[in-house]
């Protein structure tokens, strides 16, 4: 695994056990992903705490769909989450700035060509 | 929902500005300032002063305590409202502060503390939350008030909010801003039918509500800014953009118009508009009033919270339940 990623780690604190919670009895925390409407992606929209999958899937629906916001549902607990180090973004992401070359305005073209 | 007591003037406070600790923070702390001047997020696992933390869990926590105990209040007059629809309307707010209060406990669990945490500080009046709710619901006009003062203060507290420099606590009032204005107009509307329609004790009920509920709406905004002292470094911190009597004039500045169409008075004899000053001047505050409900002298602040215990103790059984059954249903899936 690179350096730059940490597992479990979104989006609670640095380094937070998921077992902590578990020793103190509390419910495992999930995080809440909804689709609004078909033909759209399922995006993240909080978190919440529920004992099992299908208690987090109807907690999420009354938690996060109140008014009709989904169609569909995800629920991932949250210490299944991998996620890029937001002290490495620099170096993790920023290579990426000086290639102008992958996009399309890159590329100056004849006008009669502009919608290419 | 309500925010509020947020700034108590420090007498809640453990965390006076320290010295930064090795150089590696000192260097931290100015990038920091930079991203906050420039106007950037701060996301959940960016490096952040321990001020700055603090500040922010024991804000967004008293604002989810707050939400959590602001139900009850209302929870009072679901089984007594006056007509079905004005039941349902009022489980649905009374659903939505449930709600509320859970985004706002997920954004503070995001600053390092577990949501068990955050319920035995509330639970040992160790936590704070607004002040308001230590007041009691006596009529069916309370409902309406407390929708169209308590809900209109908490929105102008919490627009700005969407604007706080922590990620995590903005999204979360994006969410709660949306549903809030409903809270709001139903209770406008609530009063409104009495006025219009209703017979002259309800109209009574109606100025007699508005009475009791109009001063501790003013103290929501918090202490006055020249006794709000870290007002300053939460505003150098983008957690707070306008300050509590600004907050304060534009709120009262909003309800004395809406009080001409309501057809009540609201009970400050200093009430009138200053055509110099472009704003409705209005009468003293009594602090003393506010800083007895806040230290726990309120009309209901022991009811409120011993309503709150009951609850998590009663439900420890379901929730001890709910974990068992998930661990057997875990074991069965791994034997199979």
């Given at each position: ?5 940490t597992p479990g780690t979104i989006p609670g604190p640095p380094a937070e056990p998921m077992a902590r919670g578990r020793e103190k009895n509390e419910w495992p925390l999930w995080e809440v992903f ?10 993240h929209c909080g978190s919440l705490h529920a004992a099992d999958p299908q208690m987090a899937i109807q907690l999420a629906r009354d938690v996060y ?8 549902v995800w629920v991932v607990r949250s210490d299944q989450i991998t996620a ?33 | ?67 959590i ?29 449930a709600?509320?209060g859970l985004?706002?406990y997920a954004?503070a669990e995001t600053?390092g503390v577990s949501r068990d945490q955050l319920y035995e500080?509330l639970h ?184 709150r215990v009951k609850a998590w103790d009663d439900g420890a059984w379901v929730r001890e339940a709910a974990l068992a059954h998930a661990d057997k249903q875990a074991h069965l899936r791994e034997a199979a």
């Open positions: 695994m690179s350096p730059a990623v909804v689709r609004s409407k078909a033909g759209l992606d399922h995006k769909t109140r008014r009709q916001e989904g169609t569909s890029s180090d937001p002290g490495e973004k620099a170096s993790y992401f920023d290579p990426m700035e000086d290639k102008v070359y992958r996009h399309p305005t890159f590329y100056v073209l004849p006008k009669s060509l502009d919608h290419m | 929902m309500y925010t509020q007591a947020m700034d108590t003037m420090g007498k809640d406070r453990d965390d006076a500005p320290r010295p930064h600790g090795s150089p590696e923070d000192a260097e931290r702390q100015v990038r920091f300032d930079e991203r906050i001047d420039a106007g950037e997020f701060i996301e959940a696992k960016d490096w952040m002063p321990e001020n700055y933390r603090k500040t922010l869990v024991r804000q967004i926590s008293q604002h989810a305590h707050s939400e105990v602001g139900m009850l209040p209302e929870g009072n007059w679901i089984s007594r409202a006056p007509t079905l629809k004005r039941k349902a309307i009022l489980l649905a707010k009374v659903q939505d502060e709600g509320h985004y706002l954004a600053l500080a040992s009046g160790k936590a704070k939350y607004s002040s308001i709710f230590n007041y009691p619901t006596l009529s069916w006009a309370d409902m309406g008030v407390i929708g169209w003062l308590v809900d209109g203060a908490a929105i102008m507290n919490q627009v700005p909010l969407c604007r706080c420099s922590y990620a995590p606590y903005a999204r979360a009032m994006v969410r709660i801003c949306r549903e809030e204005s409903f809270h709001q107009r139903q209770g406008f509307e609530a009063l409104l039918t009495m006025m219009t329609h209703g017979t002259e004790a309800q109209k009574e009920m109606v100025q007699d509500a508005v009475n009791r509920w109009w001063w501790p709406s003013l103290m929501m905004f918090g202490p006055p800014d020249s006794e709000s002292p870290n007002s300053e470094q939460s505003m150098r911190w983008g957690i707070k953009r306008i300050s509590n009597d600004d907050l304060r004039q534009k709120f009262v500045d909003a309800i004395a118009e809406q009080a001409k169409i309501l057809g009540v008075s609201l009970p400050d004899p200093e009430l009138r508009w200053n055509e110099a000053r472009d704003h409705w001047d209005f009468g003293p505050i009594d602090w003393r009033e506010f800083w007895q409900v806040v230290g726990g002298e309120g009309p209901c602040n022991r009811e409120r919270l011993a309503a």
